[in-house]
């Protein structure tokens, strides 16, 4: 498992440059401003960590990982668990992993970017 510890390295595995491959957010809500580019990054980052492997939503049989957080912490999200056991959706998601040892270690390396990204501030 390649160890990518930042957004730069993710997009510096993938050939980004991480001054372009964010998006605009200027003219968005302040209060969303933080939390799409923080999106933007994980997805970046999320693809770097799972080296070329895509997910088949057509295959249910195929694990899909998500780091897990418990919100109701009062400082923000708290890495807790990650399994696929109780998430069901019919909706392909660009954060999911490979493999469990990944979502937990995206959940929490990049715990900051989460927060950012699920708490509206």
């Known amino acids: 498992m390649a160890k990518i510890k930042t ?4 997009c510096k595995k993938l050939g980004y440059d991480p ?8 003219t968005m809500p302040k209060h969303h401003q933080d939390a799409t580019v923080a999106h933007a990054k994980l997805v970046i980052i999320t ?4 080296d070329g492997w895509k997910p088949n939503w057509k295959d249910s049989s195929e694990w899909k990982y998500y780091p897990w ?3 109701s912490s009062p400082s923000g ?3 807790d668990v990650c ?3 109780c998430s069901l959706s019919n909706v392909g998601s660009r954060l999911c992993f490979k493999s469990e040892e990944l979502a937990e270690y995206a959940g ?3 715990q900051k970017l ?8």
């Open 7 to 10: 957004f730069e390295q993710a």
């Open 114 to 121: 989460y927060r950012q990204y699920f708490v509206l501030q």
């Open 83 to 85: 399994d696929d056991w």
């Open 19 to 26: 001054e372009k491959v964010l998006p605009k957010v200027g």
């Open 69 to 71: 957080f418990d919100m």
């Open 47 to 50: 693809e770097a960590l799972n």
């Open 77 to 79: 999200p708290a890495y």
């Open 108 to 110: 929490k390396q990049f």
